[in-house]
T-cell receptor, first 113, second 110 residues
Framework: EAGVTQFPSHSVIEKGQTVTLRCDPI?????LYWYRRVMGKEIKFLLH????????ESGMPNNRFLAERTGGTYSTLKVQPAELEDSGVYFC???????????FGQGTRLTVV | EDQVTQSPEALRLQEGESSSLNCSYT??????LFWYRQDPGKGPEFLFT???AGEEKEKERLKATLTKKESFLHITAPKPEDSATYLC???????????FGRGTSLIVHP
């Protein structure tokens, strides 16, 4: 069974540019989560999808971040325009149940220069 | 505000030298405490979930325990392949969203 996959694994962009991260959850997992880890700090929750609906987006930093999950399958997280403080590792995770075990992808390391 | 503190930040052990990692938390209404292992360049990998004080879970050389204020991850006779960052996260009654600690970086020397 394929795990959670994220693309790209690394991205280096200039301040002001746009970047789109993609996450493919484990097949059949309705719950999809985005997290971010800024260097030296803990992993922070960004948002949670149940199928195609946003269940909770309380962790989204600001309106430069836009997440979508069309059709309830893969999800994208767009940062537009990117700022230096957006640098970090963005993780996606999925789970069958909301309170169940979360399976994480390998992360996308975003560097804004 | 919910807080999760892990200690030590980094730990170096010799192969076979047993030790414990600590995760202390100040939350209201603990629903669950999770331990993850994270290898460089990879995402966190689930290890254990603990739900109530006194609960213990084991997997190979790892044993996780839980009290009302903290959890320990005991590593017995570690091997170099146990080297990784170990993350703790807590889930409270008010929210299913886990709060993560910063992790403990463990290096086991052969």
């Amino acid at each position: 069974e394929a795990g959670v996959t994220q693309f790209p694994s690394h991205s280096v962009i200039e301040k002001g540019q746009t970047v789109t991260l993609r996450c493919d959850p484990i097949s059949g997992h309705d719950n999809l989560y985005w997290y971010r880890r800024v260097m030296g700090k803990e992993i922070k929750f960004l948002l949670h999808f149940v199928k195609e609906s946003k269940q909770d987006e309380s962790g989204m930093p600001n309106n430069r971040f836009l997440a979508e999950r069309t059709g309830g399958t893969y999800s994208t997280l767009k940062v537009q325009p990117a700022e230096l403080e957006d640098s970090g590792v963005y993780f996606c995770a999925s789970s069958q149940e909301e309170t169940g075990e979360r399976f994480f992808g390998q992360g996308t390391r975003l560097t804004v220069v | 505000e919910d807080q999760v503190t892990q200690s030590p930040e980094a730990l170096r052990l010799q192969e076979g030298e047993s030790s414990s990692l600590n995760c202390s938390y100040t939350v209201s209404g603990l629903r669950g405490l999770f331990w993850y292992r994270q290898d460089p360049g990879k995402g966190p990998e689930f290890l254990f979930t603990l739900y109530s004080a006194g609960e213990e879970k084991e997997k190979e050389r790892l044993k996780a325990t839980l009290t009302k204020k903290e959890s320990f991850l005991h590593i017995t006779a570690p091997k170099p392949e146990d080297s990784a960052t170990y993350l703790c996260a807590v889930q409270t009654g008010g929210s299913y969203i886990p709060t993560f600690g910063r992790g403990t970086s463990l290096i086991v020397h052969p």
